[in-house]
């Protein structure tokens, strides 16, 4: 099972989900994504997969979405896709202007900053707007955590598009959606499983659902490997 971030956390947004998943005695790993641009997230995916050996479940959460559907991430041996909260971009689209399609995203220029990097910039949340928009259903000291430690995303990636027909199109796929979810809007998320044909479990969740409904998550992934 590799588990894919996406922008704003890293691997820790799965830390309590591959600890259940390891309990139940499953191989797991969760490369780092650079995020500065989805061409690049999607290389790096595709180099990290081809070290991996035998069948494997892929999932993504948030902007890991995007990665995952795009057809150069994935190598022959991925046989399920998982999106947690997830983009299920397709050909032709963008992150960024799917998740205005509906309404209802807080990702908005007045909770997000930005900051140089060098050859571009990075995009945060405000750490004070970090918990409402991310994480309203975590305990305050640990989103406070997350925002100190975001892992932020060159928005120019946002607003790039897949390089071919969507994974979810040809692979089998599950999606677990929030219907609290004010970063990836819940009727967006409906809109993206529904045309994917995904097998769709709902909780009531804000966007940071691997750490807030562990068991939930973990039963989805290990759906998608049976």
């Known amino acids: 099972m590799v588990l894919v971030h996406g922008a704003l956390t890293g691997p820790d947004i799965w830390h309590r989900v591959i600890a259940e998943l390891q309990r139940r ?16 997230d999607v290389a790096c995916l595709r180099s990290f ?19 995952i559907s795009d057809p ?21 689209e963008s992150a960024g202007e799917l ?13 997000t900053m930005t900051r ?7 995009m945060y949340l405000r750490p004070e707007k970090f918990a409402e928009v991310y994480a309203a259903d975590l305990d305050n000291a640990t989103a406070a955590v ?3 430690a975001q892992h932020p ?6 607003g790039e598009k897949l390089s071919g027909p969507a994974t979810w199109r040809s692979l089998p796929s599950w999606t677990l959606i929030g219907t609290a979810d004010v970063s990836i809007p819940t009727e967006l998320q409906r809109f993206m499983a529904e045309r994917a044909g995904s097998t769709v479990v709902e909780v009531a969740s804000t ?20």
Do not use: K
């Open 25 to 40: 005695s499953f191989t797991v790993l969760a490369p780092v994504m650079p995020l500065r641009s989805l061409a690049s």
């Open 99 to 111: 998740n205005y399609r509906f309404p209802g995203s807080r990702l908005t220029a007045e909770n």
């Open 49 to 67: 997969l081809e070290s991996v050996e035998g069948p494997v479940v892929v999932a993504g959460h948030s902007y890991g979405g995007s990665i």
């Open 146 to 148: 997350l925002a100190a």
């Open 207 to 226: 966007h940071a659902v691997p750490l807030v409904h562990v068991e939930e998550t973990a039963n989805l992934i290990v759906s998608a490997a049976s």
């Open 72 to 92: 150069a991430a994935l190598t022959a041996a991925v046989r399920s896709l998982v999106f947690v909260t997830a983009f299920q971009q397709d050909h032709d």
């Open 116 to 122: 140089r990097y060098p050859g571009g910039a990075d």
């Open 153 to 158: 995303i060159d928005p120019a990636a946002l």
